[in-house]
């Protein structure tokens, strides 16, 4: 018989909340969908114990073990306010030079997205400007927008590539996120995008320029990043093309995602999830008999990531119906899509509100898709996106006292506290 191991002191105490939004108590082999997306547990006058960099302990007050409180430990005092996860944010472009302002007044005067790319604007306009920065600049450029994502409440971010289209800028966009993520504490997961579109000198020549992200490529993104994304869409890349290309990456070891079903409904999420994706992202043209299809193909693993903010600054009417997604049973997580041209926004609770207006989410549903779903989109779930022991000591303080409160104030960012890895940041 082994005595039991001694609990160890906690360094940090969250205590006498409102409310704790655990995320926790569904199934753990899947993400959620259906009622489970609203029916995880919240314990009110709760508190949240971490150990060093991890989660500890997390209950009602009446439960707290006061014993593990030493004069080291830092308690800070939660009354009337929210404690839940850190934001998972699992879709950014954070790597880019310049910006596009003179082409939101285009917009504003009628010309679409297609159009403005077409005319070399859009992706090619930034993608020039990314070309000329410096790694300082750049690096710069994402140390600030991480610094605003942070005061958001983000302790989790995907950043993507795809604003270099040639095999040198891309590998630099690598690396300047990836010294960003040693700069500062949210953690960072990146993901190859180098087929955002063809590049400049391919343009005509998709599948030419496919050709070469596989085969000069891909083979040096091996350890810089784990998932492989591409825009399948009208004036990108096309179904066929971008399945051969996703095979050939997971052939490489590498996940994988897709910009998918953004302004068309070519099939292009089915396909993916067919091919196991981890995520299928933007489905503002998925049908929820899609969307079912989908749910099938990728064994209810594939999370759809949903971008609310994307249509209304494109100022298009066509929303995801995400409410029917999840009536379906595909799995559902929210982001803001943080890049130059479509979302030059980091407010990911304006994108809760969106979703809930917009796409039919019910606060609940929209809290689960920015932690725990969103943390399954970027296959972290074992470590993020619910406050359980043994996790990564990720929390937020939010000024309000009750969760129904986050999406109702519109546009606020109710964030008090942040706590990545146990430090108050
Ligand atoms: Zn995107």
Request: glycine share 10%; aromatic share 6%.
């Amino acid at each position: 018989m082994f005595p039991r191991p001694v609990p160890q002191p906690y360094t940090l105490v969250l205590r006498n909340a409102a409310q704790v939004l655990t995320l926790a108590g569904g199934p753990t082999d899947r993400p959620l969908t259906g009622p489970d997306m609203a029916s995880w547990r919240i314990i009110e006058q709760g508190y949240v114990a971490c150990h060093g960099d991890r989660l500890a302990a997390v209950g009602p007050m009446h439960e707290l073990d006061e014993s593990l409180i030493t004069p080291e430990t830092t308690v800070l005092d939660a009354s009337g306010q929210v404690l839940m996860p850190g934001l998972v944010e699992c879709h950014t472009h954070l790597v880019f030079g310049g910006n596009r302002a003179d082409e939101f007044q285009r917009k504003l005067q009628g010309e679409s997205y297609l159009d403005i790319l077409a005319s070399g604007g859009g992706i090619l306009s930034t993608v020039r400007k990314t070309r000329a920065a410096s790694f300082d600049e750049l690096l710069a450029n994402a140390l600030h927008h991480l610094d605003g994502f942070r005061r958001y409440g983000v302790t989790t971010l995907e950043a993507k590539t795809g604003y270099g289209l040639d095999a040198d800028t891309e590998l630099r966009l690598l690396q300047v996120a990836h010294e960003a993520g040693r700069r500062q504490l949210t953690q960072l997961v990146h993901t190859f995008l180098g087929a955002h579109v063809p590049g400049p000198e391919y343009k005509g020549r998709p599948a030419d320029y496919l050709d070469l992200l596989a085969r000069e490529v891909l083979p040096a993104v091996q350890g810089l990043a784990e998932f492989v994304d591409i825009f399948c869409e009208e004036g990108a890349f096309s179904v066929d093309d971008s399945r051969r290309y996703l095979q050939q990456a997971r052939d490489m070891g590498f996940q994988l995602k897709i910009h998918a079903e953004q302004l068309h409904d070519l099939g292009g999420c089915h396909m993916a999830a067919e091919l196991g994706a981890t995520s299928v992202d933007h489905c503002d043209y998925l049908t929820p008999a899609g969307a079912a299809q989908v749910a099938a193909a990728g064994q209810g693993r594939t999370v759809a990531v949903l971008l609310p903010l994307v249509p209304l600054y494109l100022r298009q009417e066509k929303y995801a119906p995400g409410r029917q997604f999840i009536d379906a049973g595909l799995p559902v997580a929210l982001s803001t899509d943080f890049n130059p041209g479509s979302c030059p926004s980091k407010n990911l609770w304006l994108a809760v509100s969106v979703a809930c207006l917009k796409m039919g989410l019910t606060p609940l549903e929209a809290l689960a898709a920015v932690t725990l779903n969103a943390a399954w989109a970027l296959n972290r779930q074992q470590t993020i996106g619910s406050l359980e022991p043994g996790k990564r000591a990720d929390v937020l303080v939010l000024s309000v006292p009750d969760y129904r409160e986050i999406p109702y104030w519109l546009g606020e960012n109710p964030v008090a506290q942040v706590v990545i890895g146990g430090q108050l940041v």
